[in-house]
């Protein structure tokens, strides 16, 4: 945009996040200490032919995936850039993995012959399969993806790099990646090849993957997950008022001690004992009886209804202290 003679860009353009994504891993002790430790292999050429040592390499790039906590590392690799940049920050984050020693080769094999390679490898063939499972794209998915889960498939693209099967992005104005491999020679496999890399090259599953992480839409990929709610903060109200009505129950007294009055004259009427114990009938007194059918909010609010459960919590604990006198039959 021209302004008064001056090409202004949108600040979006200004903004390499993937440079301040380097900036906040150097200020973490733990990115710190794993990047410098791959930067190493990754940069040191070995002889006038080898440009580094890739097994090396690899072994500290999966050591900084492993270790480094993803709000860092996933902050480097996913890191969002101006759509249609070419350079400066797309250009950064394609340089995080180090591609030279890391994703390129002297020549470019067969992406079918490289998919053989990477499955005599049981590290390379398990964590390409967790890859293949998901980042399984799905069209008529709001996400993208099959598994709806952008976390499961950032973590499984995270996981190839330091294999065989190392992706990396691709210099293209879209979020494009692919391992290092084509599909020339494929011969008859020609369409199998296609499939294959098309899974890297045009996966909607992963590019809104890194996008909704560089966006900051998909935070919960990083942070940790809150805290269990308890009951009350998941019930609906529906549910709150039956578990009212079950402590309500609970804490009625008048069966127990229904039950316990009943129990003992049964008793006597056995022994032909005399048991001299004071039960409350609830058809005798039936405005005790109305007073306890009430709900809890009417049993807090009246004195009466508070006055008549007293006096059975009462009665209870008589019925249960006092000893029972048995009198002797007469000669």
Not at 118 to 133: E, G, M, P, T, V
Not at 220 to 247: C, G
Request: net charge positive.
């Amino acid at each position: 945009m021209v302004i008064n003679g001056r090409i202004w860009e949108p600040a979006l353009a200004k903004e390499n996040n993937c440079l301040n994504a380097a900036k906040a891993c150097n200020l973490n002790d733990t990115c710190k200490k794993y990047r410098s430790a791959y930067i190493s292999p990754c940069t040191s050429r070995v002889s006038t032919a080898e440009v580094c040592n890739k097994r090396k390499c690899h072994k500290a790039l999966r050591q900084f995936f492993d270790k480094v906590p993803p709000k860092h590392s996933y902050g480097m690799l996913y890191c969002s850039c101006p759509v249609g940049d070419t350079s400066a920050c797309s250009e950064r984050r394609r340089q995080t993995i180090v591609p030279a020693c890391s994703y390129e080769d002297k020549e470019k094999p067969n992406c079918l012959a490289l998919q053989a390679s990477c499955k005599s490898n049981y590290i390379c063939r398990s964590r390409l399969a967790d890859f293949f499972a998901n980042c399984q794209p799905e069209p008529r998915s709001l996400s993208g993806c099959l598994k709806e889960n952008y976390a499961d498939c950032l973590l499984s693209y995270s996981g190839l790099i330091g294999t065989v099967m190392t992706p990396n992005y691709l210099r293209s104005p879209k979020i494009s990646v692919s391992p290092f491999c084509d599909c020339s020679s494929s011969g008859n496999s020609k369409e199998e090849c296609d499939r294959f890399t098309e899974f890297f090259t045009d996966n909607v599953c992963l590019r809104n993957a890194i996008q909704a992480f560089g966006n900051g839409t998909d935070v919960s990929v990083w942070q940790p997950m809150p805290p269990v709610q308890t009951t009350t903060s998941i019930t609906t109200p529906s549910q709150r008022a039956r578990e009212r009505d079950r402590l309500s129950n609970v804490l009625e007294p008048e069966d127990s001690l229904y039950q316990f009055c009943g129990s003992l004259q049964a008793q006597k009427l056995k022994t032909n004992n005399t048991i001299d114990v004071l039960c409350v009938d609830p058809q005798i007194d039936p405005s005790s009886s109305n007073t306890i059918s009430g709900n809890s909010s009417e049993r807090q609010a009246s004195p009466s209804g508070l006055s008549s459960l007293l006096l059975l919590l009462a009665i209870s604990l008589h019925c249960t202290l006092t000893p029972i006198p048995v009198s002797t039959a007469r000669l």
